[in-house]
Nanobody, 118 residues
Framework: QVQLVESGGGLVQAGGSLRLSCAASGSNFRINGKDWAWYRQAPGKQRELVASITRGGSTNYADSVKDRFTISRDNAKNTVSLQMNSLKPEDTGVYYC??????????WGQGTQVTVSS
């Protein structure tokens, strides 16, 4: 059974940084060869795409986080990360990682809370 576990969330002041990690495990599930994304959901709002990285390594970011967030993957550690710098209160929310298999299923983690105080 595939499991994605996010970590690294917490409380940080505006202007600070956090690094989120998404560790994949189970059923010999490897991060390479899959598309990955980080989403977030603020209270009372819909889940939105924050950043993504394709199996080929192409990245894409929401306009609101461009030049502040960086998505990356470490095949050796079987993890996908989201480096978040210059955090703003509007970045507050639950962050989820998602793995998509080409022509196959997708998987979600359970989420990690990020709170940015002003």
């Amino acid at each position: 059974q595939v499991q994605l576990v996010e970590s690294g969330g917490g409380l940080v002041q505006a202007g600070g940084s956090l690094r989120l990690s998404c560790a994949a495990s189970g059923s010999n599930f490897r991060i390479n060869g899959k598309d990955w994304a980080w989403y977030r959901q603020a209270p009372g709002k819909q889940r939105e795409l924050v950043a993504s990285i394709t199996r080929g390594g192409s990245t894409n970011y929401a306009d609101s986080v461009k030049d502040r967030f960086t998505i990356s993957r470490d095949n050796a550690k079987n993890t996908v990360s989201l480096q978040m710098n210059s955090l703003k209160p509007e970045d507050t929310g639950v962050y989820y990682c998602k793995a998509s298999v080409l022509l196959g299923p997708f998987y979600w983690g359970q989420g990690t809370q990020v709170t940015v105080s002003s």
